[in-house]
């Protein structure tokens, strides 16, 4: 849980104020094979922000795909051509992602993975949008450099697509 303000007070031309909940839970469906990990999960995050009206632009909540995926939504870039837009900007965000990960093998120190997703977005202010996605992705653990991910996203509200690379987890 983190918040933000911005004032005249404190040297802003602007005042506005942005709160961010975020929650995450992870449930094993097999027991760990490994000494302590599951080959098998579901993977839970709830974001909640608000922001007041005079939020500037720069400052909204930008669902969608990205380098850093912060608020995943894996069927719509967060930005096409180094900016934002392609997904709705709003002052209010209400996001949902769910994953099940499940390990396929184990060889060599490598891991090989196999995620599917769902991601739930309800931007708010100015307009109303809710999309939801789902997704494939595959996971691949590389000794001393990481997991890799890749992952596939299919907007069932609007057909949108979209594929990411990245390390480590969406969240």
């Avoid at 912060?70 to 870039?77: S, W």
Wanted: hydrophobic share 40%.
């Amino acid at each position: 849980m983190h918040g933000f303000f911005a004032g005249p007070g404190l040297g802003s031309d602007e005042s506005f104020a942005s709160g961010l909940l975020r929650t995450k839970a992870f449930f094993s469906l097999a027991p760990p094979d490994d000494g302590f990990r599951s080959r098998s999960m579901l993977a839970l995050q709830a974001v909640l922000g608000r922001g007041s009206d005079g939020m500037p632009i720069d400052e909204a909540f930008a669902a969608g795909g990205g380098p850093e995926m912060e608020f995943p939504l894996r069927a719509h870039r967060q930005a096409e051509d180094g900016g934002f837009g392609r997904t709705p900007l709003g002052r209010s965000l209400s996001l949902v992602n769910l994953e099940w990960r499940r390990r396929l093998a184990a060889k060599a120190g490598l891991r090989f993975g196999l995620v599917l997703s769902y991601d739930g977005a309800l931007i708010q202010e100015p307009d109303r949008t809710a999309l939801h996605d789902v997704g494939l992705g595959l996971r691949v653990d590389l000794p001393g450099a990481g997991r890799l991910r890749v992952d596939c996203g299919y907007g069932l509200t609007d057909r949108a697509t979209a594929l990411f690379l990245g390390f480590g987890e969406t969240f």
